[in-house]
């Protein structure tokens, strides 16, 4: 089997409410769709969702990558040489992982479509019976984000994840409000997107929450002082999760020998697809970390490709897949009854793709073959 044609679009998701974190606000969400089509007539889709506060790459430069580097690189691959392709692809450019995501989910897809089998079979085979979703909460004020967290735990959801960073003394009030609001005992997950920047600003924070009952804390300082995670790890009892700080196996490998964490947030994004996706959750594994698989707030796509290998190992004990619930319009559907997601058994990422959505939120594309 031969890769005939790539096709590469850049698209808009529009977003039912602003998304504010730490570091942007976003109104709608920039992403590449790719879409592979075989000799045979099978066609595969991927999603690259760049965010170059995370991994250096914008949306202009995915589709550029992807159009001139990577796409004619790999005309006539045989895409279930999956190792292979990643070589070649690295060979070719260095890093550049969101690029790269967007062709391996592709293949998968179509590797999936090709044998009949939904992409968790690839992966290893269902492990799990059911995946469940938080709810995120981006950062507003401590009286919305208790409002949100009520509103949330009346609809259904069990855990609740709240986007903080900005200001510590608000940072404060924000948790210690949601926590007042959705009573003790209740999950609760923080996550700090690098905002406390320091060791001493974080444990600033932690210890004026103590009695909020997090069950973790993720990425508080910068993504690249491993050091000030470890300290921070060291002087606190809350779980302590790495996300920004995570790309590839040497920063796990770093992670694991100075016990700097007690998770691992893998973003398919910043790995570059599901088989280095796959590698970090057997790494982590073996050097005691539980897993997660986030998100970049990707479609429909990327989330249904996440969701498969969620679904298919143990070490992963959390998702936060929740793109597709927060636009006004996507290119394909995953059913969602909260708190629970509900992944077809259908070949490959089995999802459908809506081909007039995927016209109406397009800016850009180009078919190279």
Excluded at 34 to 44: A, H, P
Excluded at 103 to 115: E, H, L, R
Excluded at 156 to 165: A, E, F, H, M, P
Excluded at 267 to 275: A, D
């Amino acid at each position: 089997m031969k890769i005939k044609s790539i096709e590469i679009f850049a698209i808009r998701l529009p977003l039912i409410t602003p998304f504010i974190i730490s570091y942007t606000t976003y109104e709608d969400m920039p992403s590449i769709i790719v879409k592979i089509e075989t000799e045979c007539g099978i066609i595969g889709y991927g999603e690259g969702t760049p965010d170059e506060h995370v991994t250096g790459e914008t949306w202009e430069s995915t589709f550029t990558i992807l159009s001139k580097t990577l796409a004619p690189s790999l005309i006539n691959h045989d895409p279930f040489q999956i190792e292979k392709m990643h070589e070649k692809m690295n060979k070719t450019v260095v890093g550049v992982p969101t690029a790269k995501a967007a062709i391996d989910i592709a293949c998968y897809d179509i590797m999936g479509k090709a044998t009949k089998q939904p992409v968790y079979n690839l992966l290893g085979g269902q492990f799990h019976d059911k995946l469940e979703i938080p709810k995120v909460i981006s950062i507003l004020t401590p009286e919305e984000m208790a409002q949100e967290a009520t509103i949330a735990k009346e609809e259904g959801y069990k855990t609740i994840k709240l986007k903080v960073g900005t200001n510590k003394e608000q940072d404060i009030k924000r948790i210690c409000a949601v926590r007042s609001a959705v009573g003790k005992g209740y999950p609760l997950k923080v996550d700090a997107n690098q905002g406390w920047i320091n060791s001493s600003d974080t444990m600033y924070v932690l210890e004026r929450i103590q009695h909020c009952e997090i069950d973790w804390i993720e990425q508080p300082v910068v993504a690249n002082d491993i050091d000030a995670l470890q300290e921070v790890r060291q002087k606190t009892s809350i779980p302590v999760m790495i996300d920004e700080g995570i790309h590839g196996p040497n920063e796990l490998k770093e992670v694991i020998l100075k016990r700097a964490a007690d998770k691992i947030n893998i973003k398919i994004m910043k790995c570059g697809g599901l088989y280095p996706a796959s590698q970090l959750v057997h790494q982590a594994e073996l050097g005691g970390l539980v897993c997660q698989i986030g998100s970049m707030v990707e479609s429909s796509v990327a989330s249904a490709a996440g969701l498969h290998l969620a679904l298919a190992k143990k070490s992963i004990q959390s998702n936060e897949l929740v793109g597709p619930l927060m636009f006004s319009k996507d290119i394909a559907t995953i059913k969602y009854d909260i708190p629970y997601v509900h992944l077809s058994n259908e070949p490959g990422l089995g999802i459908h793709i809506n081909e007039q959505n995927l016209t109406e939120i397009t800016v850009r594309s180009i078919k190279i073959d």
